[in-house]
């Protein structure tokens, strides 16, 4: 290749790669693993699963072949396992995305669901790296399943080898881990990186007599000439004329002064090499050294290059050891660069042939910045996105608007009503989306973006593909995905209770709309067809849904979130209407001067407004309205909070709530722990009628400083995270509606005031006890000091541990204990918490009495656990699996006795498979088996007629307290329990959690432990 840019010194050119060019050429289109060939697929292994792996030419994704996956069908996980090193680890490097496609066949009655991505250095001894989970979701046909690569799986050492472990997995309708016993396929592995931008500074040209006189051959005899015939870049190259004679050919060049500022810092040096192709031999050998010769000669290191060489032109790479980055520019460096030949045995010859070299530079790659992202961006966005800046409030709103509606109008199947669930070629359509859809329909009506007619058409449409058995169900509730053709279920998905109530909401306001037409007749038929009843499941709360695989889900409505509008429509329906009192078995958590869900998700303080008109309104808890209002500025306070962590995050940009993000769809939230610098435009913008101030500037910032990037053919994407260098190139359905609807509430109050007069609607808040009052609180002044009550009346609970006269026998027979003090968890201290039920005194019986002592050395705990059935499905070699199934734990903080031993927080699994003991110490101090952490803590257990006994001796060395009468620490005693006869080895059936102190998160706050003390 002969280019003529006519350099002169150094040469700075900076190229943008796309992610396609940047993945390597190894294969068809980047691919590392193209699954073509017999001998490629014989290398792969199964880590010991039984798997088999068979070349296939019937179902193909790219290329001429794919590979079947033959499951064991008898281990858990079905794996496959692939080395990595060479150029392929060349082409790894390069990527930030790992892409699998899996063809999963539709006439399967299991296939996996959960795909999991390991990695291990292999290069010595087996040493584990790293593993990701794919976020995608899948459905029959193909899938690109995307591996969103941790730090730890990138940039790795191109002189290691590495071993990766593809597992895939599928669940029972419990969600149990079962084995896949059927077939399914892969095509091809290839990463993706962000398109990224790569500045290649030249070091040495090899472009002037001027610089080649500098060259020194380090006593080899190699002569170097000009050459302007084989040229890589600039106008000349550099012959390299071997001496014949020395083993090795050398070239030494000196670093010294801006050369070194080129060199220093980076990661590699690369010098393109021209082996002729009519040479006898050409060097096999490439080796870069460097010496420090400021003063005396004094060696740094060297490093030899790994690539594999061709006739032509080759980059030739050399991986830099620590000691050859990290330069001082007041100092003079000599390169070494050493060029060695091989005969037949394996031995360096002499080179007699000459060969060209022509550049010697460093390539500088990272993430192209938001300039650079913006300069690729489509003309007619940017213009559209500068277009939205110049106008007004109003006119903004209306054009934001009008692109969301369109979503609502264009990706629907007209013939039926169905929507998407994204903007995805291949997206199921979800019911909740529909319910968005038949809500934003008038609102185009109303604004003149579609006649009436129109409407009125795509909503009967909509209304009778449901009424007529054109959507899969089960008494009146809908799956939650369907196709958007056939209107079936689509994959694992459930009947959702959720959904389907906002599918009804949609629904009813559309037939208050057209009230007294065929749409309101066909909306009420819809609705008194939903049999919430049922979906109560003989609780006292909504479950969250259905499968026919497995019945009713364990989790339920019964917690403060978006359910509240389920309740609202249940509570008033006119033929399955479920009781009132369901609205207070609905657990209300009070963070400060608000009811607030923990993880801080802030779509479930929208939703219900969407279609609810809360304001001047309240219950016995609440004023929602104001709730939601504070709720939404700790969000955004949240953010700026933490701007100076998050690039994404600032004052006028904020939003966190459940959406896609850099390795998927996340239910993010303004929690710690749970937020990455993500942010979803609809969350702020949909906030607008309880913060109108605040979400407008927020939308018109995002425009400004992001626009073209987070905006696309239905206006704002889903999401994006600037610290990631990740933008969505999508919208979902749901997010859409949320946000026309809320700026239409905002503007005109519409959805409100149709909604609002539906008479079952009414008669729900009647129920319900909701009345007209204009308050500033969030919370009632009632509930604020009941909840309070509750709050701390578990941390004054005071447990006496009795000073040991005589000895106690640590093996699970508690006699030793008769007649001692003893303090009891019951039946009513349930720890409220999302998925686990209330224990159902009527039907089980199940409670702990609980004793304390001890003497100078140990402290002693015993449980008497009345269960009726115990369950024991977790075996030994599961260690921490005790939450899943029957088990106590022991919550201890001896801080507050002045140790800085840290809390110990015990869980105890009193009989595994084995009928074995376990016992962990888990999320305190020092977590890990105790035979590990805590070898001299005693653990036994027995079987009782009433259920079984645990019995404990804890060292206090252990709990860094010298004992005393008078000491103090903090404790709780929790139970967990299933009654799930048939669980399956390893299975979550956890349906009961009670506590000493049954507060919310008890596990996480020490502070509100009760106390034992030492008497």
């Not at 976020?135 to 690569?149: A, K, S």
């Not at 192709?277 to 060696?299: H, I, K, R, Y």
């Not at 005693?973 to 506590?995: C, F, P, Q, W």
Request: glycine share 8%; proline share 4%; aromatic share 12%.
């Amino acid at each position: 290749m002969r280019k003529s840019i006519g350099l002169l010194g150094f040469l700075i050119i900076t190229i943008v790669l796309s992610a396609v060019a940047m993945a390597g050429t190894e294969g068809e289109n980047g691919y590392i693993w193209s699954m073509e060939t017999q001998k490629e697929v014989a290398g792969y292994g199964n880590d010991n699963t039984g798997a088999k792996f068979v070349l296939n030419s019937k179902i193909v994704y790219q290329g001429q072949s794919s590979v079947e996956v033959i499951p064991s069908g008898e281990a858990i996980e079905t794996k496959l396992d692939l080395n990595l090193s060479g150029d392929k680890l060349k082409i790894w490097n390069n990527g930030d995305v790992v892409v699998l496609n899996v063809y999963l066949p539709e006439k399967n009655s299991l296939n996996p669901t959960s795909f999991f991505l390991g990695m291990a250095d292999v290069t010595g001894e087996w040493k584990w790296i790293d593993g990701v989970f794919s976020e995608t979701e899948v459905q029959p046909g193909w899938n690109e399943i995307r591996y969103h690569l941790s730090e730890n799986m990138k940039n790795l050492k191109m002189n290691h080898k590495y071993k990766l472990y593809f597992a895939f997995i599928g669940f029972d309708e419990n969600n149990v881990k079962v084995p896949l016993t059927e077939s399914f396929y892969i095509d091809g592995i290839r990463v993706e990186p962000l398109q990224i931008s790569s500045t290649v500074k030249y070091i040495w040209t090899m472009d002037s007599e001027k610089e080649i006189n500098n060259f020194d051959d380090d006593n080899t005899g190699t002569r170097f000439a000009l050459n302007s015939e084989i040229v890589y870049q600039g106008q000349h190259s550099l012959a390299v004329i071997p001496s014949g004679e020395a083993v090795e050919t050398k070239i030494a060049l000196d670093l010294v002064g801006e050369k070194i500022n080129l060199w220093a810092g980076n990661d590699e040096v690369i010098i393109n090499i021209y082996l002729p192709e009519d040479n006898e031999l050409n060097p096999q050998m490439f080796f870069l050294g460097m010496a420090d010769v400021t003063e005396e000669w004094s060696w740094i290191g060297g490093v030899f290059s790994k690539t594999e060489v061709k006739p032509g032109w080759n980059q030739v790479r050399y991986p830099l050891a620590d000691v050859m980055k990290k330069l001082d520019s007041s100092r003079k460096y000599k390169i070494y660069l050493a060029f060695a030949g091989f005969d037949k045995a394996n031995n360096k010859i002499p080179l007699t042939e000459k060969f060209y070299i022509d550049g010697i530079y460093v390539e500088q790659k990272k993430a192209l910045s938001l300039e650079e992202r913006l300069n690729l961006v489509p003309e007619e966005i940017k213009k559209e996105v500068a277009s939205l800046l110049k106008m007004d409030t109003e006119d903004l709103l209306n054009a934001v608007s009008k692109k969301t509606f369109d979503y609502f109008w264009l990706e629907a199947n007209p013939e039926n009503g169905l929507i998407k669930d994204r903007s995805t070629e291949d997206s199921p359509c979800s019911i909740a989306a529909v319910g968005f859809g038949l809500t934003a329909i008038p609102v185009g009506i109303e604004r003149g973006w579609i006649s009436r007619v129109e409407g009125f058409e795509r909503i009967l449409t909509t209304l009778r593909t449901f009424a007529e058995g054109g959507v899969e169900g089960k008494n009146g509730f809908f799956y939650h995905f369907v196709d958007m053709k056939t209107g079936r279920r689509v994959g694992n998905s459930e009947l959702s209770s959720i959904d389907t109530a906002i599918f009804i909401a949609g629904a009813l306001f559309a037939g208050e709309y057209f009230k007294g037409t065929i749409i309101e007749r066909l909306a009420q038929q819809l609705y008194e067809d939903v049999n919430w009843q049922w979906m109560m499941n003989d609780g006292d709360t909504l479950a969250m849904g259905w499968k026919p695989e497995a019945g009713f889900l364990n989790a339920r409505w019964d917690s403060f979130n978006e359910g509240l509008l389920a309740y609202i429509l249940a509570i008033g329906s006119p033929t399955y209407p479920i009781p009132a009192e369901s609205w207070d078995a609905i657990y209300r958590p009070v963070n400060d001067n608000y009811i607030n869900l923990p993880m801080e998700v802030l779509f479930v303080y929208q939703y219900p407004h969407i279609w609810i008109d809360f304001r001047d309104k309240e219950d016995k808890y609440a004023n929602y309205w104001n709730n939601s209002v504070i709720a939404t500025r700790i969000n955004r306070l949240f953010a700026v909070l933490n701007r100076y962590n998050y690039k994404s995050y600032d004052l006028n940009i904020w939003g966190i709530s459940a959406s896609d993000g850099p390795a998927g769809y996340k239910a993010y939230g303004a929690s710690e722990g749970n937020h990455d610098g993500t942010i979803a435009p609809y969350a702020s913008i949909a906030s607008m009628p309880f913060t109108p101030e605040l979400s407008i500037a927020a939308m018109k910032e995002m425009l400004k400083k992001y626009g073209p990037l987070i905006w696309g053919k239905y206006g704002f994407v889903s999401a994006f995270n600037v610290d990631q260098n990740w933008f969505s190139d999508q919208h979902i359905g749901i997010d859409q509606g949320d946000i026309l609807l809320m700026i239409e509430n905002y503007r005109t109050g519409f959805v409100w005031k149709y909604f609002m007069q539906n008479e079952s609607i009414q008669r729900a808040l009647d129920k319900i006890g909701f009345v007209e009052k204009k308050a500033d609180y969030a919370v009632t002044p009632g509930y604020q000091a009941e909840f309070e009550k509750m709050r701390l009346a578990p941390k004054d609970k005071k447990a006496v541990a009795h000073r040991l006269e005589g000895t106690i026998q640590v093996d699970g027979d508690l006699s030793e204990w008769q007649g001692q003090k003893y303090y009891v968890v019951d039946e009513d201290m349930n720890v409220p918490a999302g998925g686990l039920q209330k224990v159902d005194k009527r039907k089980q019986i199940l409670h702990s009495k609980f004793y304390i002592q001890w003497d100078d050395k140990y402290l002693y705990l015993a449980a008497d656990v009345s269960d009726e059935v115990v369950v024991s499905n977790i075996a030994p070699e599961d260690k921490g699996g005790y939450y899943r199934t029957d088990s106590i734990e022991f919550y201890l903080d001896p801080g507050r006795a002045g140790s800085d031993a840290g809390i110990m927080k015990l869980a105890i699994l009193p009989f595994d498979t084995e009928g074995n003991v376990q016992a962990v110490r888990h999320e305190d101090a020092k977590p890990g088996p105790i035979a590990e952490v805590g070898p001299d803590i005693k653990v036994a257990s027995k079987r009782t007629e009433s259920g079984y006994a645990i019995e404990v001796a804890i060292p206090f060395a252990d709990l860094g307290i010298k004992p005393k009468s008078g000491t103090i620490l903090g404790f709780c005693h929790t139970i967990h329990n299933s009654n799930k006869e048939d669980a399956k080895i390893g299975e979550y059936v956890r349906t009961n959690m009670l506590a000493w102190n049954n507060l919310p998160e008890i596990w996480a706050n020490p502070e509100l432990w009760g106390q034992l003390i030492l008497e």
